[in-house]
């Protein structure tokens, strides 16, 4: 007895072991995986011993990440406003029904990024928005119908997914954080519709914000060639790893003039995953306005070292109304994190989760107090 006990108990070690193991290297496998909400992503793993790997050469790094690029085509179904004078019937009397047009359909280009074998791929918002059809065609030059899982206008990124036979090639996520400015760069995608392109270029800036281009910005800035079309398109590092999503430029006539930008990869894949697995983004929100204290009002509210955000909104009956939070208050800290700018409080507190209370450290009247305050969801932006 004790002989088959022995062998039941390595057997079940054995078919634990090899689950493991299949469940860490390759979830794809298992036949839940779709079902639960599992993605396949790859990322580059960082040297220990150093910041960054040394560069495989542009035209390997172009090889690699090629592949991963789709370009996206869409067309959206335009109704004609009725004429008015349609509805007398002197008017139809004469005229007939001529004036009665077709629905015309308005169609658009852009690109996108296969991020999982199984077909999700990340691209802009603006490429996918209102889009009555969205067809996709690779690399390899297979096409294919794709739908929308969600989007997020904030960050003006959206998650498409197509379905083809087979693992997709896929793109492998790499470390913005770890990027300097200098690093030569290349932009993949589809511009003005000739066709995957490939341009090269440095990181010209790391960490833009208050462009006015989105509602949360972490923007790389580089010189490689992104032109229309090649929104959603990759951004990749010397090791063909993805770094940003080209996402806008700078001009005054639609063309290139070497200041692109493109969304950092760390927050296109914290903004993926959650519309992957929710279908859209859940941020945090108190209803509080703030500015940016200039010198001028440092020196008038008596600050010295002290720095913060100058409240200057409350909205009635938001958290921060509840909390008693006042126009005039200093803002100093949320939950512990110092804020300085107007960008690191929409930040702090979009990244904390709805419902869980947290302190904040402010100053009124030349004294510091704490009060607590519920963090709620943000509300979704009104359509423009």
């Known amino acids: 007895m004790r002989k088959y006990w022995l062998l039941f108990t390595q057997t079940v070690t054995i078919a634990l072991a090899l689950l493991f193991i299949v469940h860490t290297l390759k979830p794809e496998l298992l036949p839940n995986a779709a079902r639960s909400g599992v993605v396949t992503l790859y990322e580059n793993t960082p040297l220990a011993s150093e910041d960054k790997s040394p560069a495989m050469g542009l035209s390997a ?15 959206t179904l335009i109704k004609n406003p009725v004429n008015p004078l349609m509805d007398d019937p002197r008017f139809k009397f004469f005229f007939g029904d001529e004036l009665d047009t077709e629905p015309q359909t308005s169609s658009s280009l852009g690109s996108g990024v296969i991020v999982s074998p199984d077909g999700y791929i990340l691209t802009n918002q603006h490429v996918v928005e209102a889009a009555d059809q969205i ?3 690779l690399s390899d030059g297979r096409k294919a119908k794709a739908h929308v899982i969600g989007s997020d206008p904030e960050t003006d990124l959206a998650v498409i997914k197509i379905e083809l036979p087979g693992n997709l090639p896929a793109i492998t996520f ?11 760069v290349l932009a993949i995608g589809n511009p003005f ?19 006015g281009i989105n509602t949360f910005e972490n923007f790389i800035q580089t010189d490689a060639a992104i032109n229309p079309g090649n929104s959603g398109g990759a951004l990749v590092d010397g090791n063909g790893n993805l770094i940003g999503i080209n996402s806008a430029i700078y001009s005054p006539n639609g063309g290139s003039l070497g200041i692109g930008f493109a969304i950092s990869a760390s927050t296109a894949k914290k903004t993926m995953e959650q519309i992957i697995q929710h279908g859209s983004v859940t941020r945090g929100w108190i209803g509080a306005g703030v500015q940016e204290l200039t010198p001028e009002l440092a020196e008038s509210f008596k600050l010295g070292d002290i720095k913060g955000v100058l409240v200057t909104e409350v909205v009635r009956r938001s958290p921060a109304d509840q909390a008693g939070i006042k126009t005039g208050d200093i803002l100093i800290t949320i939950d512990s994190n110092a804020i300085n700018n107007w960008s690191a409080m929409l930040e702090t507190v979009a990244n904390l989760p709805p419902g869980e209370t947290v302190p904040i450290q402010l100053m009124r009247n ?3 107090i704490s009060l607590p305050v519920t963090i709620a969801k943000r509300p979704k932006p009104m359509a423009q």
């Open 61 to 75: 790094a172009a090889q690699k990440a090629m592949p991963t690029v789709v370009n996206i085509f869409t067309s």
């Open 135 to 137: 067809e996709v065609a």
């Open 174 to 184: 790499g470390h913005p954080e770890k990027a300097h400015v200098g690093d030569m």
């Open 193 to 211: 519709g000739v066709g995957e392109t490939v341009t090269m270029g440095i990181v010209s800036a790391l960490k833009r914000d208050h462009l």
């Open 366 to 368: 030349g004294k510091t």
